[in-house]
Each structure stands twice: as C-alpha cells, then as structure tokens.
DNA sequence: GTTCTATCTGAACGGACGCTCAGATACATT
DNA sequence: AATGTATCTGAGCGTCCGTTCAGATAGAAC
C-alpha cells in the first residue's frame, strides 16, 4: 500500500484536472469533495496533494487553462479582411469552440463566485480581453457604416450572450447540424447589428 | 431560551426564504449551511426546520415561487394587438421582471441541478410554457409575414438568452437608464428576427 | 389566572469535509 | 544488485454538515 503500478506525475496530474472538470461542472464545485475527486481517478484523497496544494487551486487551475486557450486560439486565426468577415469569424470560432468544451464552459461561468479575490479578478481580465475583440469589431464596423449598434458596449455583451445560449441547449445529433445552427446565428447576429 | 419575544409563523417562514434566497444567491446552494441562513434570520438551526422539511424542499419553494409569479405575472398583462406589439411587450416585460428579482434569477438557472428530479421536471415544464408564449408570438409574426426566422425554436431561445444578458451586467445607477437600455435591446430583438 | 399550544433553544447524532503526514512501495539511476 | 526518489496509502486531525428532539417559554384561549 504505498506508489501504484504505473504511476506517474506526468499522467496522474491531467488525470485529476478531467476528473474535476467533469464532476465541478455535472455537480458543482462545493458540492465535490475532494474524496470524490480521488475516487474517479482511482487514487486516495491525499494523492491530490501532490498535484495541487488545495481545492481552490484546482478550480482555479481549470478556468485559467480553458480562458488561456480560449484566447490564444482566437488569436491565432488568420485576420478579416472587413468588420463584417471579421464578425462571421468571430460567432463561428465562438459556437465551435465553446462547443467543443461544454464542461469547461459550464464552470468557466458558473464557479466564478468559488475563485479568490484575487484569481477572480485574474479570470475576469481575461474575460474582458475576450470581449473587448468583439467589441473593436463592432466599432470598426460602426465607424466604416456597415453596423448601426446603439451602444458598441451593450451589443458585445448581448451577441455574445446570445451564442453563449447555444450552448446550453444544442446536442450533437439533434435536429440541426451545426453548421445549420451556425448560419442562423450568424443571420441573426448580422442582422441584430445592421440597420 | 425557548420561544422568543414577538415570533410568530408568519412572520419567521417568510424571513427564512427571503434569507435563503439571498445567501444561495450570494454563495450557492451546495455553498450555504442550514446554520448560516438561521443566523441571518437571527435564529437557531433547528427553528427552520418548523418552516421546511429540509434543506432541499427550501430551495425547490423559492424556485418554484419565482417561476409561478414570472407566469401568473405574464399572463396579467394586456393582450397586444400585432405580433409586433406583443414582441415589444415580452422583451419589455421580461426585462423588467427580471431586473427587479436579480437573486431569484440567479438561483432559477444556476441550482437547477440541485433539484430532485420530480422537481426538476416541475420547474422545467414552467420554464417551457413561458418560453412557448414567446415562440407563440414569433410563428404568429412569421405567418403574417411580419417575422423572418430560419426557425421559431431557435430564434426563441437565441431572444431570451440576449435578454437574460442584460441581467448580469445591468446595475441601476450606472452609464445607461433601463429606459435605455430596453430600447436598445427591443432594437435588437426586432432586428435579429426582422429581414 | 390558568391552561394550552405554537415556537424556539441548546445539545447532540452520525457522517462528511479539507487537509496533513509518516511510512510503504514502484520505478529510475547507478 | 543497491540506492535514491517520486508517488501513493491509510490513518487521523479538527471542523462543519443536515437533521432530530426533549424541554423551555411567549402569547392565545378561556
């Protein structure tokens, strides 16, 4: 009773993190204990501490990755030519990466009251600088005349709570592809912002 | 120490939920112990239980409250003559109610998980309903060819999810008046489903 | 003024929590 | 083959959890 056959630092660590994902985002964070962490990685609950040195850390941990990568990724797609492409860019990379990631998604907006002060306010940065790309689009388009938005501030967030609901409720193999979903939104989100 | 000066069932029952609902509100379910929300109530632990069977059935009632009043309340008002009309008026209204029970809200999606599933499916039938009078309204819009939505199903969640928006970042006493803030946002809606 | 009852206290229940750590063991290094 | 180290176990720490309940008290009923 001591190290297991085949343990490894390298292996046991991302182990850990997919166990958390999935049960902080099926349960939520308060309501996952540490105990049952261990469990789904098959380990007992003291070997979490080699791998993080508290709870809070591992929610932390979780958010920061999935924004980092949320952030890089969008920066490495290759620039529009106009507002208008840079838009249909954009609510394309939005559903179909948030798509890919339900799990990191669901916590990445519901645990935001669980991080520390300071983690918070670290997340929350990222966060901005996520919509403040949206938000030059707009105002590029607004300055060449393609959009007609009110307020460029309030249109960021109201289109992108509006992609955000797709995830909510679409599930592969339903009665849309997604790509059929993708071009209602994109129409919609076209239009909500055009005169 | 036993009953205490002035308590009564009337007055304590209501004083536990309005406490339950803000510490859910503030921390979350999973978050808040029975022992929390009777200090608020300046009350021992045991005393909540004359008023709930449990922790569960307490956070079930404030749910299942707020979505009975959202639809009674809806139901109240004025038929509208045009689907336009009736449109400008859900977007209206769904705003108001909501900016005005900000916890309510925050707990009706973010603890859903937390009900049992006879619960589960109570509230979701109540979430259903109110959601097919706004998808009402756009296949009336859309017949008369008011409306243009590659599809009523979608266009209804895509219209809600941007209105719920408004409830997260919205603070009274900020840039932008709610006066203003509808008008921008019925701009929006009628755009988004408008050719 | 006495009795009755609704309401609350205070203590306790078994169990789960986050976290620590000495010791055991598998693997890497030589 | 011997040694060193990274990794994990198992036990346990103090604390909190939801819930129960006998007993005490305030206000209602008479």
Redesign the pocket.
């Known amino acids: 009773?001591?190290?297991?056959?085949?343990?490894?630092?390298?292996?046991?660590?991302p182990r850990i993190r997919k166990a958390a994902l999935s049960l902080f985002a099926r349960h939520g964070y308060?309501?996952?204990?540490?105990?049952?962490?261990?469990a789904e990685v098959?380990?007992?609950?003291?070997?979490?501490?080699?791998?993080?040195?508290?709870?809070?850390?591992?929610l932390y941990r979780l958010m920061n990755d999935h924004m980092q990568e949320l952030l890089s990724t969008y920066a490495k797609l290759t620039p529009a030519d106009s507002p208008v492409e840079a838009l249909r860019q954009f609510v394309s990379f939005h559903i179909r990466f948030h798509m890919e990631r339900p799990d990191e998604v669901f916590i990445a907006y519901m645990e935001l009251r669980n991080l520390s002060p300071e983690n918070f306010t670290e997340i929350e940065a990222v966060r901005r600088k996520y919509e403040d790309s949206l938000e030059a689009i707009l105002k590029a388009g607004q300055q060449q005349g393609l959009f007609t938005v009110a307020d460029t501030k309030i249109a960021t967030l109201a289109v992108i709570a509006m992609l955000n609901g797709v995830i909510t409720w679409y599930r592969a193999g339903g009665r849309l592809s997604l790509d059929a979903v993708e071009q209602i939104y994109w129409d919609m989100v076209l239009r909500s912002v055009t005169a």
Chains 1, 2 share one sequence.
């Open positions: 009773m001591a190290r297991t056959q085949g343990s490894h630092s390298d292996i046991t660590g308060a309501a996952v204990s540490m105990r049952q962490i261990a098959g380990v007992q609950a003291g070997a979490l501490y080699n791998y993080t040195p508290d709870k809070q850390s591992l």
